[in-house]
């Protein structure tokens, strides 16, 4: 089956302990992103990957790293967390070729807690 | 002022209802329009996408571009509680087509 896992589906941590959000596709997908979820303030992209090696800041990057070793695979690392990053976090996968638009495949969502 | 405007709801409304859901948007070299829905604790799946102007159906969506009015629509027909959803509409940047602007989405709720 074509999907977006991603792990943990729930998180409650503490300011300043580093954790990591894992995600992985099996579309064979260029491109992957990262968007947290906030009440009325709808999607905001994090982080992007157009390829391996390749990331790039979106519109909320603070407080966050990503890297990409693996097309398939494009984890979530906050280094040191903290409050205002409590959050529902979802990751998505596209392809890149093509003039049309692109549909973006999202992942089930990580709700991220810290206190 | 945001890229897209989106109410975000809620919008609640009985069964069998016409649903209307709509975005606003600033720029006008958006070219794809994309309705993605969310049901409670999963994420976003596309529903509809359409090109420039003009009206797309499948079923009981239709959505709707005008573009002279920087406006979209997304219209349901003979609304069931199972259309329960937040309705996000995004768009292309002119030049991305994976990049996608989000609305901030509308909770819909069909009662029974």
């Known amino acids: 089956e074509a999907q977006v896992t991603q792990n943990p589906r729930y998180l409650i941590t503490v300011t300043g302990k580093k954790l990591t959000v894992t995600c992985s596709q099996n579309?064979?997908?260029?491109?992957m992103s990262w968007y947290r979820q906030d009440p009325g303030l709808g999607l905001r992209q994090i982080y992007y990957?157009?390829?391996?090696?390749?990331?790039d800041k979106g519109d909320v990057p603070e407080g966050y790293k990503v890297s990409r070793k693996e097309k398939r695979n494009f984890p979530l690392i906050l280094e040191s967390p903290s409050p205002n990053q409590t959050s529902l976090y979802f990751c998505?996968?596209?392809?890149?070729?093509?003039?049309?638009?692109?549909?973006?495949?999202f992942g089930p969502g990580t709700r991220l807690t810290v206190l | 002022q945001k890229e897209v405007e989106q109410d975000p709801g809620p919008l609640s409304v009985p069964e069998g209802a016409i649903v209307s859901l709509n975005c606003t948007y600033s720029?006008?070299?958006?070219?794809?329009f994309m309705w993605y829905r969310q049901y409670s604790r999963k994420g976003p799946e596309l529903l509809m996408y359409?090109?420039s102007s003009g009206n797309k159906e499948d079923g009981r969506f239709t959505a709707q571009v005008d573009k002279s009015s920087k406006y979209i629509s997304l219209f349901i027909r003979d609304s069931q509680p199972s259309d329960s959803a937040t309705y996000l509409c995004?768009?292309?940047?002119?030049?991305?087509?994976?990049?996608?602007?989000w609305g901030a989405g509308t909770k819909l709720i069909i009662k029974p």
């Open positions: 579309m064979n997908h260029e491109y």
């Open positions: 995004a768009m292309n940047p002119p030049d991305s087509n994976y990049q996608l602007i």
């Open positions: 998505a996968s596209s392809i890149l070729a093509g003039k049309s638009h692109n549909e973006q495949f």
């Open positions: 720029n006008s070299a958006f070219q794809y």
């Open positions: 359409t090109y």
């Open positions: 990957s157009m390829n391996v090696e390749v990331t």
